[in-house]
C-alpha cells in the first residue's frame, strides 16, 4: 500500500512538473494600438528587459501594431512577423508614391483649367473696356460739341463774342458783373471765370442757354 501512494506520489509531482513546463511556456502577445512593452511586461509578470532580449528589439519604444511579441520565449515567430511587417511597407510606400503623383498630375490640369479660365474671362472685359471707351469718347465729343455750341450761342447773344464789350456794371465776351472779375477783364479770365459761373449755377452750358431762351439772360 505503500509503494501505491509512493507511485501515486510521484506521478502527481510529474505531472505538476510538467504543467509548471507549460505555465513556463512563452505567451504571444499580438500589438495593439496604444500598447507599451512597459504595459505589455506590467500584465505579463515580466520586465521589459526579458520582452526585449527574447524578442530581439533594438528600440523597446518601437513596435508595430499587429506585432506578435514573445513573453519570456523564443523569437522565432516574432522574428517571421516582424520580417512580413517591414516587407509590406515597401508596398505603402509604393501605393503612397502613385497617390502622390495621381494628385501632382491632378493638381498641374486644374491649374492648367484655371489658367485658361482665367485668361478666357481676362480678355472678354478687355473688349467690353474697349467698346465703354469708345462709347465714351463719341459721348464726351458730342457732349462738349454741345457744350461749345451753347457757350458760342451764348457770348454772341450777349457781346457779339467781344471781349471789351460793355453795358454797364457787365463787361466781356459774356456781360459777366465787374464784381465777378475783379479787376481782371484778361480773355483768360473771363473764361475762367464764365466757366465757374455757368457751371455752379446752371451746371452746363446747355442747361445756361436753355434758361436764357425762357428768360432772354442767364
Known sequence: MKIKNALLSTAAATASLFAIG?????????????DTV????????????????????????????????????????TTTTTTTTQTSQPAATTQSSSQTTNQASQSQTSQSSQTQSSQTQTSTPAAKTTTQQSTSSTSNYSNNSSESAAKAWIANKESGGSYSARNGQYIGKYQLSASYLNGDYSAANQERVANNYVASRYGSWANAKSHWLANNWY
Open 22 to 34: 507549460a505555465t513556463a511556456q512563452a505567451a504571444t502577445v499580438t500589438v495593439k494600438a496604444g
Open 38 to 77: 512597459s504595459q505589455i511586461a506590467l500584465d505579463h509578470n515580466t520586465t521589459v528587459d526579458a520582452i526585449q532580449q527574447a524578442n530581439h528589439l533594438k528600440d523597446v519604444n518601437l513596435i508595430l501594431v499587429g506585432q506578435q511579441l514573445e513573453v519570456n520565449g523564443d523569437d522565432s515567430t
